[in-house]
């Protein structure tokens, strides 16, 4: 069965730190992967989304993503974040067949010290 | 505005009641989906409809029904509640079932306690 793994379940940094969100998705075959954050109170809003070319995506507020195929990783980062960016960050996988529905892993929850 | 909107926000429910929780999207997609978040679990699919007037198991269905009896609409109902179900359920919608460049749209959610 398909499923993503999100490693840290919490993370703590201070403002100006660099972050790095890991995700490991299980499925052999071609995948589409996104980066979800849900802000506190709040629905999940795209982050950003990898599914063809340049393996390094780029997505909204300084945001990036990594798709390393040999390692089955979509790695989030942030070379310096801010208060505004405490959140749930979800990673999530489509397959490009079968059962094409999103597939979330667990989250993880970022808090930004100021 | 475009989007989805979900009733009601929140909710306490009795243990055996019947609940039903609304969706409805105005952005004309064809594939609508229900999320239960649970903390440490994530967001699990609980079922989904490609297209109106059909429905499908997600991955945690049990002692849930859906219909989609049009494009807009998409209610989730819980038969008999009970306090496991207590969870904050999203709905979410996309143009097309595995249009895998869009991803999902998500409304505000519903935040159900079953006591």
């Known amino acids: 069965a398909q499923s993503v793994s999100q490693h840290n379940h919490h993370v703590i940094l201070s403002e100006a730190a660099s972050l790095e969100l890991g995700c490991n998705y299980s499925?052999?075959?071609?995948?589409?992967l996104f980066w979800y954050v849900q802000y506190p109170g709040q629905h999940l809003q795209l982050l950003l989304k990898?599914?063809?070319?340049?393996?390094l995506v780029k997505g909204i507020k300084g945001f990036e993503a990594e798709f390393i195929k040999s390692k089955f990783s979509f790695n989030l980062r942030k070379p310096s974040v801010q208060w505004s960016d405490t959140a749930e960050y979800f990673c999530?996988?489509?397959?490009?067949?079968?059962?094409?529905?999103?597939?979330f892993g667990t989250g993880t929850r970022l808090l930004v010290s100021p | 505005i475009a989007g989805i909107t979900q009733a009601p926000t929140s909710q306490i429910l009795a243990a055996g009641r019947r609940m039903t929780l609304r969706c409805t999207q105005d952005?004309?997609?064809?594939?609508m989906y229900w999320y239960r978040q649970d903390l440490g679990l994530g967001l699990r699919l609980i079922h989904y409809?490609?297209?109106?007037?059909?429905?499908g198991k997600g991955e945690v269905p049990d002692g849930y029904s859906v219909s989609r009896a049009n494009t807009d609409d998409f209610p989730l109902t819980l038969a008999s509640a009970v306090p496991s179900q207590t969870s904050v359920y999203f709905c979410?919608?996309?143009?097309?079932?595995?249009?895998?460049?869009?991803?999902?749209?998500f409304g505000s959610g519903t935040r159900l306690t079953v006591v």
């Open positions: 409809s490609n297209t109106a007037g059909t429905t």
């Open positions: 999530a996988v489509m397959k490009n067949t079968g059962f094409q529905k999103l597939v």
């Open positions: 979410a919608s996309s143009p097309e079932p595995g249009l895998f460049n869009y991803g999902y749209t």
């Open positions: 499925y052999g075959g071609t995948v589409n």
């Open positions: 952005m004309r997609h064809n594939a």
């Open positions: 990898y599914f063809s070319g340049d393996p």
